[in-house]
């Protein structure tokens, strides 16, 4: 965790001029860390494309849905959830330890009031770990040597890419990213990866994403099915596969029954390394 100093250091950083993403998106959760331009950019695209709200509240519900599963059908003690975002309920490492109180969490961003808040609220459990990197999505060797602090490379390790490769608008530069990623784990580790997409009924978002990114950073970019599939080539799909995150092992009706909930323009999967 970053001193008093980088505390200082990082809220100079903040431009409050200019929207950013993880604050847009705390808006559309509901939260508070916002300025007026964030929710004045996030209002206009929720105009643009309604459904916006939906899509966030079902990529953090996925993320609850996943990491249980991980850390408790498959035994992950290791989580590395980059793009991680302003700090609410039911983070990475609340619902990890929740399962299992000794897994260890680290979380990489690099929006200055994220690291602000993750100083004071990203906090472990007894018996585990939770760290906060300051580093870039664009340079995975930098993630990998700080998340060598708190994470055992050796042992599987859950990576989380939720919201995240839409950052990284070269496609062939967010494949090498995963790929560098994964290469630095052993057998059995995961990837965990949520994208926007102009399919599953977002063609209405195309709009959207203009209007974003021509007022707020960082720019960000769709990607078919398709070409999301391709960044686990190589790994284990868990059922069911590629899917809207709603349609990822959807949890059950109060009284047992099976739910399917609507789909929403962000495809889902989690796969495990062979």
Known sequence: MADGDGHAENISRIN???????????????????????????????????????????DRAFLGRAVRHL???AGVRQFLDIGTGLPTADNTHEVAQRVAPDSHVVYVDNDPIV????????????????????????????ILDAAARTLDLGRPVAIMLLGI?????????????VDRLLAAVPSGSHLVLTHPTLELGGEGN?????????????PITARSGAEIARFAAGL???PPGLVSCTHWRPDPAPDGTPTEPPQVAQYALVARKP
């Open 206 to 218: 195309a709009e959207a994403m203009r209007f974003w990114n021509e007022n707020a950073t960082p």
């Open 115 to 142: 690291l602000t808040h993750a100083r004071a609220l990203l906090t472990s459990a007894p018996g585990g770990a939770t760290d906060y990197i300051d580093a870039d999505a664009h340079d995975p060797d930098a």
């Open 236 to 238: 284990d799909l868990l």
């Open 165 to 177: 490769l839409n950052f990284v608008l070269d496609t062939e530069r967010a494949q090498r990213t």
């Open 16 to 58: 409050t001029g200019v929207a950013h993403n993880a604050r847009v998106w705390n808006h559309w959760l509901g939260g508070k860390d916002n300025y007026a331009v964030d929710r004045e950019v996030g209002d206009h695209i929720t105009g643009l494309y309604p459904s916006i709200g939906e899509v966030a509240r079902a």
């Open 71 to 73: 850390a408790g059908e």
